[in-house]
T-cell receptor, first 114, second 115 residues
Framework: AQSVTQLGSHVSVSEGALVLLRCNYS??????LFWYVQYPNQGLQLLLK??????LVKGINGFEAEFKKSETSFHLTKPSAHMSDAAEYFC????????????FGKGITLSVRP | DGGITQSPKYLFRKEGQNVTLSCEQN?????MYWYRQDPGQGLRLIYY???????QKGDIAEGYSVSREKKESFPLTVTSAQKNPTAFYLC??????????????FGEGSRLTVL
């Protein structure tokens, strides 16, 4: 069994400020972890993923995330927020098995203030 | 360009009517999925198919049906048995062998409203 917890439903930051979106997971097997972004009325787009190897992963648009097994976390960060970062962000977890399902968190909306 | 096409983008339905949402992909992906998205609830898996002529129920399959007669197509029918069908529906695909569901590629979604 696996689950994802994204605390809070909304984060607001000023343009140029640090973005930190938290994700904690639960998994009975070594996890594969993902962050997706969704702009209004659109599908989801992969930002970055962790499968194996380096625990700090870099994605598109300047985002990165660090897999911390001891904390069961995979928080998403960006050093400097841009207005175009305003969107909904989803953390997701799966196992490596062929039949392992992808489980999404409830998502968190990021607002960027001018 | 390769991608996933969902249609229609917006759909209105009267209670008691079945409706079919289309999903076509030209990415040559083996696996396809249907998710339902409701505000504050994330994405919930309805059905998925990892190979032509085979599909499995997801977490909320009741009131829905699918078919996978072609690799490129995975239509979803929302039946009158679905008690609360108003939602945003997302279709996705992934290559074979990505480890679990792995990286998904999404369409732009279909918004269904029941009047």
């Amino acid at each position: 069994a696996q689950s994802v917890t994204q605390l809070g439903s909304h984060v607001s930051v000023s343009e140029g400020a640090l973005v930190l979106l938290r994700c904690n997971y639960s998994s009975s097997v070594p996890p594969y972890l993902f962050w997706y972004v969704q702009y209004p009325n659109q599908g989801l787009q992969l930002l970055l993923k962790y499968t194996t190897g380096a625990t700090l992963v870099k994605g598109i648009n300047g985002f990165e995330a660090e897999f911390k097994k001891s904390e069961t976390s995979f928080h998403l960060t960006k050093p400097s927020a841009h207005m175009s970062d305003a969107a909904e962000y989803f953390c997701a977890v799966s196992g490596s098995g062929a039949n392992s399902k992808l489980t999404f968190g409830k998502g968190i909306t990021l607002s960027v203030r001018p | 360009d390769g991608g996933i096409t969902q249609s229609p983008k917006y759909l209105f339905r009267k209670e008691g009517q079945n409706v079919t949402l289309s999903c076509e992909q030209n990415l040559n992906h083996d696996a396809m999925y249907w998710y339902r998205q409701d505000p504050g609830q994330g994405l919930r898996l309805i059905y998925y198919s990892q190979i032509v002529n085979d599909f499995q129920k997801g977490d909320i399959a009741e009131g829905y049906s699918v078919s996978r007669e072609k690799k490129e197509s995975f239509p979803l029918t929302v039946t009158s048995a679905q008690k609360n069908p108003t939602a945003f529906y997302l279709c996705a695909s992934s290559p074979k062998g990505t480890g679990g569901f792995g990286e998904l590629f999404f369409g732009e979604g279909s918004r269904l409203t029941v009047l």
